[in-house]
């Protein structure tokens, strides 16, 4: 008996235990408005021509949604593209584009060779932010325009006038980024290399300049956008050449569409400044976009 219920087979009678299946992870759905997220290359090229289309639709929609007596002054996308090709083609725009170049590296260059020293002394100094902080700050609140009169008094009509104007509106914003830009340096930075015996020269130039330098080319970039929206201020006032002398002579005959022509251009020589201003941060600073990203 003893033995029939030995042999008796242990799975009868039993409860075969199955391991439970696990839960299939479903990861949430991506939304557009994402917070915090880095597209891709690819995609970020994708949302960035997609942006560029529906703002030539835009542009095209108003044009034939303004009423037909008044569309001269709402010209289509390809009335100013036709403009443009002209421009360039018949009217030797090329020459006043490189006038306008020339007086905005010329003006920005000059403004950031004074700005960079001022602007980095006052972010490591107490005592030089205490003393000049105070009167830069309040002429940041100047109008460059304002000083179009002055200026015409001093050099008259000339290109020095139309640069010292453009120098003026760039130079106090500089300032105060450059400043916040090396004040935004980790003290642990400055205060490690004391400990170690390095000088006050040694520090500036080897722990706070290359440390503040990606920032401050950021600065930079975002500056000379705006040395490009006084653009046509500084050549309105007796300019002989340059896009905003065309600019106010396609006004006086009503071409609007010289007038845009001339204002797209502006916008793409800021993109292709813009662009150089990157590149050359990736190239000089290649270990901070590893860091951000």
């Known amino acids: 008996m003893r033995k029939?219920?030995?042999e008796r087979p242990a799975s009868v009678g039993s409860i075969v235990q199955t391991p439970a299946a696990a839960p299939l992870f479903i990861p949430p759905k991506r939304r557009f408005l994402e917070l915090r997220e880095q597209p891709s290359p690819?995609?970020?090229?994708?949302?960035?021509a997609l942006g560029v289309i529906c703002f030539f639709a835009v542009w095209e929609l108003g044009h034939y949604l303004t009423d037909a007596s008044s569309r001269r002054f709402v010209p289509s996308v390809e009335n100013v593209a036709a403009a443009l090709y002209r421009l360039f083609a018949e009217q030797d725009f090329l020459t006043d584009v490189l006038v306008?170049?020339?007086r905005i590296f010329i003006s920005f260059l000059a403004a950031s060779a004074i700005a960079l020293p001022?602007?980095?002394?006052?972010?490591?100094?107490g005592n030089m932010r205490a003393l000049l902080n105070p009167t830069l700050s309040g002429c940041r609140y100047l109008p460059a325009a304002s000083f179009i009169p002055l200026l015409l008094v001093w050099f008259g009509p000339t290109d020095t006038a139309k640069?010292?104007?453009l120098f003026l509106g760039v130079i106090f914003f500089l300032i105060s980024l450059i400043l916040d830009n090396t004040n935004a340096v980790q003290k642990e930075l400055v205060e490690a290399s004391l400990t170690m015996g390095a000088s006050r020269r040694k520090v500036l130039t080897g722990v706070v300049v290359?440390?503040?330098?990606p920032a401050i080319v950021d600065s930079m970039r975002n500056m000379i956008a705006v040395a490009w929206t006084y653009l046509v201020i500084a050549e309105i006032v007796g300019a002989q050449d340059g896009i905003g002398a065309v600019m106010m002579r396609a006004g006086r005959f009503l071409?609007?569409?010289v007038i845009m022509a001339s204002i797209l251009t502006i916008g793409l020589l800021g993109v292709i400044t813009d662009l150089l201003f990157r590149a050359a941060s990736r190239l000089l600073f290649p270990w901070n976009i590893e860091r951000r990203s």
Do not use: K
């Open 118 to 125: 001022i602007g980095i002394l006052m972010g490591c100094f």
């Open 255 to 257: 071409s609007v569409d």
């Open 100 to 102: 306008s170049c020339r």
């Open 42 to 48: 690819n995609r970020s090229l994708l949302l960035g």
């Open 163 to 165: 640069i010292a104007l």
């Open 210 to 213: 290359p440390a503040a330098m």
């Open 4 to 6: 029939m219920t030995e």
